[in-house]
């Protein structure tokens, strides 16, 4: 069965404090993994799209990156307004949608 | 630019009412979704449609129905509201295999 699993479920950092958030995954034949960041009360907000083990995406502090069986999002000197929650979701070969993860709920104080 | 638009955006019923929530896209995507999200649990697909004239069940089907009406629009119907479809719901849509775009949420609660 295909599955999305994120850790930890909350992170909190002080202002400047880097970190990584982790999304493990089982699905045969990955077609993309996605990372989304949502704020309270809004929709899920793309970040990026990342298709195959190697491959690095970078926006502003954020960098995410994919393994075979992984994918981290390495948040660096984070600011408050990097407040939200992370989720990752997968797309596979049968898939129709994107199977999402619980998520990753971050704080940052300043 | 608006994206992916739904109404209403909150909405109170009792136990047996039925309503519909509205999902309108202006991105000329293909493929259309609707997603509840509970806490702890995740956001879950309840129907999505791959083209226009298409409809098929995802995750959590029992109690809802779907139209998908034209490209542009794709409606999420609870015949009789129950406790336990209280939650936030998303319309999300996609061109091919690519990243979702999702809606601002319509907040329901099913007293």
């Known amino acids: 069965e295909d599955q999305v699993t994120q850790s930890p479920e909350a992170l909190r950092l002080q202002e400047g404090e880097s970190s990584s958030l982790n999304c493990s995954y089982t699905?045969?034949?990955?077609?993309?993994l996605f990372w989304y960041r949502q704020d309270p009360g809004k929709g899920p907000e793309f970040l990026f799209t990342?298709?195959?083990a190697g491959e690095e995406k970078e926006k502003e502090r954020l960098k995410a990156t994919l393994t075979k069986k992984e994918s981290f999002l390495h948040i660096t000197a984070p600011k408050p307004e990097d407040s939200a929650t992370y989720l990752c979701?997968?797309?596979?070969?049968?898939?129709?949608?994107?199977?999402f993860g619980k998520g990753t709920k971050l704080s940052v104080k300043p | 630019n608006a994206g992916v638009t739904q109404t209403p955006k909150f909405q109170v019923l009792k136990t047996g009412q039925s309503m519909t929530l509205q999902c309108a896209q202006d991105?000329?995507?293909?493929?259309m979704y609707w997603y509840r999200q509970d806490p702890g649990m995740g956001l879950r697909l309840i129907y999505y449609s791959a083209s226009e004239g298409t409809t098929d069940k995802g995750e959590v089907p029992n109690g809802y129905n779907v139209s998908r009406l034209n490209k542009r629009e794709f409606s999420l119907r609870l015949e009789s509201a129950a406790p336990s479809q209280t939650s936030v719901y998303f319309c999300?849509?996609?061109?091919?295999?690519?990243?979702?775009?999702f809606g601002e949420g319509s907040r329901l609660t099913v007293l």
């Open positions: 990342l298709y195959s």
């Open positions: 979701a997968v797309l596979g070969p049968r898939q129709g949608n994107l199977i």
């Open positions: 999300a849509s996609r061109r091919l295999a690519r990243e979702l775009f």
């Open positions: 991105m000329n995507h293909n493929s």
């Open positions: 699905v045969s034949g990955l077609r993309g």
